[in-house]
């Protein structure tokens, strides 16, 4: 069983993709939600977590480039996808610069998880 982290702090954007996984991932999942970057520490440090889905624009003005280098702090190992609804910021430009999985535009969402996004890396 997957066990998914999706950090996202605007309530409907994670009732979209909890309906964007029921509809297209066909494996069975958990999928545990963080609202904050606080309290997606939490649970990386007391969950067991087997990938992050982490929006890039967070609460307090926070982007990817706070939010990745925090969550590596507590493991390095859980692949993260960055999910975005605006790609065309420099850092998104190339996975490897904040060495994650995947960056994905949120629009583009469901049809690359039911490509295969969520399969094990």
Known sequence: ????????DDPVEIRLIDRMLKD???????LRYADSLEKAEVILKTQRT?????????NHGRTALDSVPALKTINQSVP?????????????KDKVILDV???????HLRKRIA??????P
């Open 115 to 120: 490509d295969g996004l969520l399969k094990q």
């Open 50 to 58: 087997d990938i992050i889905l982490l929006d890039d624009k967070l």
């Open 24 to 30: 297209t991932y066909h494996e069975e999942y958990v």
């Open 1 to 8: 069983m997957l066990n998914i982290l999706l950090v996202d």
């Open 101 to 107: 999985y995947d960056i994905v535009d949120k629009f």
């Open 80 to 92: 993260m996808v960055l999910i975005s609804s605006d790609i065309n910021a420099a850092y998104l």
